[in-house]
């Protein structure tokens, strides 16, 4: 089955400790990308990777690093968690083809993250 | 920047009726791809629609339709015969063609629909 996982689903750490969400697609997509939601600001955007070693920032960046050592593979790394990172994460997927599978972005299940 | 901009926090509709959504966005663009997706109480994130700025004709999947006003830089989302499983939250979606924005969705802030039996 096509799918994005992320691991964990849930979380709940205290300010400071380090800690690593994981993303993992099973349909060979070039583009991934990291989205935090809060309500009343709808998803925004994180990181983002092209590729394999080819990643940018978003429109959140700060406080968040990311990696792409693998084409299926891409962590979310919070060095240093602080309260206001208390969010849900989506993890999301696309390819690098033509026509409507390119724009079409799959979603990951989310990550609940409470930072105290 | 793009921004894109739900006004509705929240609608509700009568099941069997029909509920429109409201989307405005602001971009420089004129080559851009708008999607509307639905997140169930399940937190998933589910494409509903999606439209080609360039393409003058309104998309519609079944039950769903826009209403793509290109000048005025809106995208409403119409539902037809409301179903209690259209109960969600959704969102307005913006993405840039081309370059290399293909990883970057810019969403609005939401629209909780709630369908009364």
Known sequence: EAQVTQNPRYLITVTGKKLTVTCSQNMNHEYMSWYR??????????????????T??????????????????????????????????????SPHTSGRARETQYFGPGTRLLVL | AQTVTQSQPEMSVQEAETVTLSCTYDTSESDYYLFWYKQPPSRQMILVIRQEAYKQQ??????????????????SLKISD?????????????RRAGGTSYGKLTFGQGTILTVHP
Do not use: H, W
Request: overall charge positive; glycine content about 6%; charged content about 20%.
């Open chain 2, 82 to 94: 409301s179903q209690l499983g259209d109960a969600a939250m959704y969102f307005c979606a913006y």
């Open chain 1, 56 to 93: 940018d920032k978003g429109d959140v960046p700060e406080g968040y690093k990311v990696s792409r050592k693998e084409k299926r593979n891409f962590p979310l790394i919070l060095e240093s968690p602080s309260p206001n990172q208390t969010s849900l994460y989506f993890c999301a997927s």
């Open chain 2, 58 to 75: 309104n998309a519609t999947e079944n039950r769903f339709s826009v209403n793509f006003q290109k000048a005025a830089k809106s995208f």
């Open chain 1, 37 to 54: 939601q809060d309500p009343g600001l709808g998803l925004r955007q994180i990181y983002y990777s092209m590729n394999v070693e080819v």
